[in-house]
């Protein structure tokens, strides 16, 4: 019933920055259910990890590797959830994953790559 599609991951240098983007489609009762979003990121053979999540009144948490670099922030109008990375560090390489708390259980993005090269 929801869709989540992002974009926005590439390759960039260490220091650079990257911003992901995630809509969501579907059918609008289910869309208007949704309580927050988050981005998720996982490296190949560690547990995907909490980045930042946001609720639809603007309230934000963040991961403490992210924090002071990262921004999350949502556009209700347009069902889009952005995340700004600025000051991209090696170790922040990973797929990328957009997360919706509805319909339950939940609904994750198809992931994004980014690749912070040093």
């Known amino acids: 019933q929801v869709q989540l599609v992002e974009s926005g991951g590439g390759l960039v240098q260490a220091g650079g920055s990257l911003r992901l983007s995630c809509e969501a489609f579907?059918?609008?009762?289910?869309?208007?259910?949704?309580?927050?979003m988050g981005w998720y990121r996982q490296v190949p053979g560690e547990q995907r990890e909490l980045v930042a999540a946001?609720?639809?009144?603007?309230?934000?948490n963040y991961a403490d590797s992210v924090k002071g670099r990262f921004t999350i922030s949502i556009d209700n109008t347009k069902d889009t959830v952005y995340l700004q990375m600025n000051s991209l560090k090696p170790e922040d390489t990973a797929v990328y994953y957009c997360?919706?708390?509805?319909?339950?259980?939940?609904?994750w993005g198809q992931g994004t790559l980014v690749t912070v090269s040093s």
């Open positions: 997360y919706a708390d509805r319909p339950l259980p939940g609904v």
């Open positions: 946001i609720t639809r009144l603007n309230s934000a």
């Open positions: 579907g059918v609008v009762s289910s869309i208007r259910s949704i309580n927050f």
